[in-house]
């Protein structure tokens, strides 16, 4: 499975962005995914995750209400809407695979497929 993010930018504070996270295979249905990012001196950190359904999504609470995970499973394409974007979600996104499904609130040791990233800039 390969995984390539895309999407990322340069915004000002209160605009949105949406990131696609397109799926090289033929199981997407049977992959929960999940994103991440990690600011520059940062360690990589949970952002959200979505069901093999899309039924079940977690978030972090830092853009939970602003950030919107969901997938299409005909397009074997997971979407992060994020809106309301702040200087502090500067990062670069990561999104990631398992073929475990998504039942509670996940690690990120629990992901072992990952994309290239895509860097988020938002300006003040």
């Known amino acids: 499975v390969q995984l390539q993010a895309s999407g990322g930018g340069l915004v000002q504070a209160g605009d949105s962005l949406r990131l696609s996270c397109a799926a090289s295979?033929?199981?997407?249905?049977?992959?929960?995914f999940a994103w991440f990012r990690q600011a520059p001196g940062k360690e990589r950190e949970f952002v959200a995750a979505?069901?093999?359904?899309?039924?079940?999504?977690f978030y972090a609470d830092s853009v939970k209400d602003r950030f919107t995970n969901s997938r299409d499973n005909a397009e074997k394409t997971v979407y992060l809407q994020m809106n309301t974007l702040k200087p502090e979600d500067t990062a670069v996104y990561y999104c990631?695979?398992?073929?475990?499904?998504?039942?509670?609130?996940?690690?990120?040791?629990?992901?072992?497929?990952w994309g290239q990233g895509t860097l988020v800039t938002i300006s003040s």
């Open positions: 990631a695979a398992r073929t475990k499904d998504l039942i509670r609130f996940p690690t990120i040791e629990e992901y072992n497929i």
């Open positions: 295979t033929p199981f997407f249905s049977s992959h929960s």
């Open positions: 979505i069901s093999w359904s899309g039924w079940r999504t």
